[in-house]
C-alpha cells in the first residue's frame, strides 16, 4: 500500500523547482507509505511522478517506485495490490518477458506494454490506483480498481493536471486554488460524503471506480478521455441451480482469500464476529498452518458491544485473538484527528472506532483482511426489507394526494416551519417544533414516484440541502441519476446496484481506506475480489433473500466452519453514542463549531436551521445526531484546512460547478 502523486504539465519544467514540488506532495503522504521514497521527473516531457511506499510484496530495493519498465516505454507510481501477480508473471514469461525483482508493480509494467492499460487491468485482480506514463505516446493514464478501495484525485486545467491519493498532496503544488465547491457540500450534506466524481473542492474530481483515464496534450491544452473498463450488474445473468451458485461464491472467496494472505509481512484480520467477518475470517484459518491473528474493538456500553461475539467466534476458530476496550475517553480523543485524518468532510461516525481498530491491528500486523461488501453483495442490509415494505405501502396512495400532503407540511422552507407545529402544541403534544421537523423530513419522501427516487430520498439526512448552503446547485449521483440505474430490476436489486455504486466506495471503503492508511496498515477486501460478485450475482435475488433475511448465501457457507448459534443474532452495525455525546462531552466542542454567528461569518451555511435542530438536540427534544454530525464533520474540516473565512466572492451570485471530464 502506498501514496502517489505527481502531475503533467504543457512545456518544459524547471527542474530543480519541479522535484522539490514533488518531494512536498510525496512527503504529506509519508503515513501511507513509510518505508521509501521516490521521485521520477522528464521535465522535457513536463511529468512528474512521486511515490510513497509501503513495502508488502518484494521488500528490496528492486520494488521501489515510480519504477521503469524493462523497455523504458513505461513509468509507473502504484498503489495497492495486484493478487494474481503470480499467474499474470508466468503468462507473461511465457510471451518473451524477463522480471528482475518480484514486485507486482514490475509485473503490471510488463502486463500494460504486452496488452495495453485497459487490457492489463482487465486481467488484473486486485485493489489499486496508479498513474502511469507512456513515453512513447506522451500519455498519463490514471485508473481505479473496481470497487474504488484505493482513492485518487485529479485536478485539470486547460495546460496542467496535478493528481495524487489524497487532496493534501494536491495542496502541496502551488498553483492548486483551494475553493470549496457548494454543489459538493450540498451532495455531502445530503449523503455525508461526497460521491464520485465530486469532491469538496472546485475543479477538482475523483477517477471513478473501475474507470482509466487518458490525459493527452496537443500542445495547447490538456484534454481528458475516460473509459470504463468494468461496471457491476445486479442483472448478470442468473444460474437456475442454488447449489452451485453456492459452490462457486465458496470457490472463489476460498481463492481470493488465499491469494490475499499473501505477504511478506505479518498479515491478521479484522473480526466483528458478524457473519462476513466470521466467514473471512474461517477460510482465512483453515487456509493457514498456524492461528489467524484477529482484532475486535469492545465498548463499555453494551448496546454497542460486538466484542463477546467476536470472542466466541475466535475461540472456536482458535485464532490468536486480540480485543479493546474502548472507554469514551479513548473514542473521544480521536475525534480531533479526525478532519486531518479523513482530509475532506466525511461523516460515518463509525469512523471512530473503525481508527482505534487500525491502530490496535497495526501494533501486530502490517495486513488486515476485512469483511465489507458483504452486505451490498449478498443483500445484507436490514433497510432493503424496511424500504421495500414501506414503498409497497406508500405507493398504494395516489402519488397527487401524497405530493398534496407533501406540499401542505412544505407550505414554508425548512428553517421557517413554524405553521406545521402549531398543530402538536394545540393538541398539548410536547415538542411541537421537533414533530414538525421530523414529519417535514418525512414528507419529503412522499414526492417519490418510483422506488430508486423513493430510496434517494430515504438516504438522505438534509433532505433539503440546497436551503442550507446558499448558491448552491447540487449535483446528480447514482442514486439520483436515472440514466445510471440499472433496467429492469427488482427493488432490491437496485438498492443493492446503487449502494454498491455509491455507498460501498465513498463511505465504506473510504472509512476504512483513511483509517488504516492513517497508521501505514493494509487493509484487504477478499468479498470485493470481482470472481466473487460476479458469482454473488449469478445467484437469483431470492436465493439471497430466503425467510425473510439476507446473506443466505454466507450464512450457509459461515454454518459449514461456525456453529449458527454463535452467528444468528441481529445485525449491529459498527456505532458509537454519538447523540449523548452531542448533549454531554463533546457540547462545548459542537457549540463551538455550530455557533450562529460564526457560521454566518464563514458563509457557507444558513445558520437557522442548523441553530433550531442543535437547540432541540441539546434539550432531548429531538435527536439529530447525524445531522449534525455531517454539519460538525465539514467544520471541522474547514479549520484543519485553514478555510474558515468568508468566500472570496458572493456564492449567491454565480452556481459552483465542477469541470466535466470528457
Known amino acids: 500500500m502506498c501514496g502517489i502523486a505527481g502531475f503533467l504539465e504543457i512545456g518544459a519544467l524547471a527542474p530543480e523547482e519541479s522535484r522539490a514540488e514533488l518531494r512536498r506532495m510525496a512527503s504529506v503522504l509519508a503515513h501511507r507509505g513509510p518505508d521509501d521514497e521516490g521521485i521520477w521527473l522528464d521535465a522535457a516531457a513536463g511529468i512528474g511522478l512521486a511515490h510513497r511506499r509501503l513495502s508488502i510484496l518484494d521488500l528490496s530495493p528492486l520494488g521501489h517506485q515510480p519504477m521503469v519498465s524493462s523497455s523504458g516505454r513505461s513509468v509507473v507510481s502504484f498503489n495497492g495490490e495486484i493478487y494474481n501477480h503470480a499467474e499474470l508473471r508466468a503468462e507473461l514469461i511465457a510471451c518473451g518477458h524477463a522480471f528482475r525483482g518480484g514486485s507486482d508493480t514490475e509485473v503490471l509494467l510488463a502486463a500494460c506494454e504486452q496488452w495495453g492499460v485497459c487490457g492489463a487491468l482487465e486481467r488484473c485482480r486486485g485493489m489499486f490506483a496508479l498513474s502511469l506514463w507512456n513515453t512513447a505516446d506522451r500519455t498519463l493514464y490514471l485508473a481505479r480498481d473496481r470497487f474504488g478501495e484505493k482513492p485518487l484525485y485529479y485536478a485539470l486545467e486547460n495546460r496542467r493536471l496535478i493528481f495524487g491519493s489524497e487532496l493534501k498532496a494536491l495542496r502541496e503544488h502551488h498553483a492548486f486554488r483551494a475553493e470549496v465547491s457548494r454543489d459538493a457540500l450540498a451532495l455531502y450534506l445530503r449523503r455525508g460524503y461526497i460521491p464520485s466524481p465530486h469532491s469538496i473542492y472546485r475543479g477538482v474530481r475523483k477517477v471513478r471506480p473501475g474507470c482509466l483515464i487518458a490525459v493527452t496534450s496537443d500542445g495547447h491544452t490538456l484534454s481528458i478521455r475516460e473509459q470504463e473498463y468494468w461496471r457491476p450488474s445486479t442483472i448478470a445473468a442468473r444460474t437456475d441451480a442454488a447449489g452451485l451458485g453456492l459452490e462457486e461464491v465458496h470457490r472463489a472467496l476460498e481463492e481470493a482469500i488465499r491469494l490475499q494472505m499473501v505477504a511478506d509481512v505479518p498479515v491478521g484480520a479484522f473480526l466483528s464476529g458478524g457473519i462476513d467477518s466470521s466467514l473471512v475470517v474461517s477460510l482465512m484459518q483453515r487456509a493457514s498452518a498456524r492461528p489467524v491473528k484477529t482484532f475486535s474493538i469492545?465498548?463499555?456500553?453494551?448496546?454497542?458491544?460486538?466484542?463477546?461475539?467476536?470472542?466466541?467466534?475466535?475461540?472456536?476458530?482458535?485464532?490468536?485473538?486480540?480485543?479493546?476496550?474502548?472507554?469514551?475517553?479513548?473514542?473521544?480523543?480521536?475525534?480531533?484527528?479526525?478532519?486531518?485524518?479523513?482530509?475532506?468532510?466525511f461523516a460515518d461516525p463509525s469512523q471512530i472506532p473503525t481508527m482505534l481498530l487500525c491502530r490496535l491491528a497495526r501494533r501486530h500486523v502490517t495486513v488486515s483482511l476485512s469483511g465489507d461488501g458483504g452486505d451490498e453483495l449478498f443483500g445484507g442490509y436490514w433497510r432493503y426489507f424496511e424500504v421495500h415494505q414501506r414503498w409497497s405501502?406508500?405507493?398504494?396512495?395516489?402519488?397527487?394526494?401524497?405530493?398534496?400532503?407533501?406540499?401542505?407540511?412544505?407550505?414554508?422552507?425548512?428553517?421557517?416551519?413554524?405553521?406545521?407545529?402549531?398543530?402538536?402544541?394545540?393538541?398539548?403534544?410536547?415538542?411541537?417544533?421537533?414533530?414538525?421537523?421530523?414529519?417535514?423530513?418525512?414528507?419529503?419522501?412522499?414526492?417519490?414516484?418510483?422506488?430508486?427516487?423513493?430510496?434517494?430520498?430515504?438516504?438522505?439526512?438534509?433532505?433539503?440541502?440546497?436551503?442550507?448552503?446558499?448558491?448552491?446547485?447540487?449535483?446528480?449521483?447514482?442514486?439520483?441519476?436515472?440514466?445510471?440505474?440499472?433496467?429492469?430490476?427488482?427493488?432490491?436489486?437496485?438498492?443493492?446496484?446503487?449502494?454498491?455504486?455509491?455507498?460501498?466506495?465513498?463511505?465504506?471503503?473510504?472509512?476504512?481506506?483513511?483509517?488504516?492508511m492513517a497508521v501505514a496498515l493494509e487493509t484487504r477486501v477478499p468479498l470485493l475480489d470481482h470472481r466473487v460478485a460476479e458469482a454473488a450475482w449469478r445467484i437469483p435475488l431470492e436465493v439471497h433473500l430466503r425467510d425473510g433475511r439476507g446473506k443466505w448465501v454466507l450464512r450457509q457457507l459461515l454454518e459449514r466452519y461456525v456453529p449458527r448459534t454463535l452467528f444468528e443474532r441481529p445485525k449491529m452495525g459498527f456505532g458509537v453514542p454519538i447523540g449523548r455525546w452531542l448533549r454531554h462531552e463533546l457540547a462545548d466542542w459542537a457549540g463551538d463549531l455550530i455557533a450562529p454567528a460564526r457560521l454566518k461569518r464563514e458563509g457557507y451555511f444558513a445558520p437557522a436551521l442548523i441553530e433550531r435542530c442543535w437547540r432541540q438536540h441539546r434539550a432531548g427534544a429531538a435527536n439529530w445526531p447525524t445531522q449534525l454530525w455531517i454539519v460538525l464533520m465539514f467544520q471541522a474540516w474547514l479549520e484543519a484546512s485553514s478555510q474558515a473565512r468568508r468566500p472570496e466572492s458572493q456564492a449567491e451570485s454565480r452556481p459552483y460547478t465542477l469541470r466535466a471530464a470528457r
Do not use: C
Open 298 to 345: 469492545g465498548f463499555a456500553e453494551r448496546e454497542f458491544d460486538e466484542a463477546p461475539h467476536a470472542r466466541a467466534i475466535a475461540r472456536h476458530l482458535g485464532t490468536d485473538h486480540t480485543e479493546l476496550t474502548v472507554t469514551p475517553r479513548d473514542a473521544l480523543a480521536v475525534i480531533p484527528h479526525l478532519a486531518e485524518v479523513y482530509d475532506e468532510p
Open 393 to 516: 405501502r406508500l405507493r398504494r396512495v395516489p402519488r397527487a394526494l401524497r405530493r398534496g400532503a407533501a406540499q401542505l407540511i412544505s407550505l414554508a422552507p425548512m428553517g421557517a416551519l413554524d405553521l406545521a407545529g402549531h398543530p402538536a402544541r394545540l393538541v398539548g403534544v410536547r415538542n411541537g417544533r421537533a414533530i414538525a421537523d421530523h414529519l417535514q423530513r418525512r414528507a419529503a419522501q412522499w414526492r417519490a414516484g418510483t422506488l430508486p427516487e423513493y430510496y434517494h430520498l430515504v438516504g438522505s439526512f438534509w433532505p433539503s440541502p440546497g436551503e442550507l448552503v446558499p448558491g448552491a446547485h447540487e449535483p446528480h449521483d447514482a442514486a439520483s441519476r436515472p440514466e445510471d440505474w440499472p433496467a429492469r430490476a427488482s427493488d432490491i436489486a437496485h438498492m443493492m446496484y446503487v449502494d454498491t455504486r455509491l455507498y460501498m466506495p465513498d463511505d465504506v471503503l473510504v472509512k476504512v481506506d483513511r483509517a488504516a
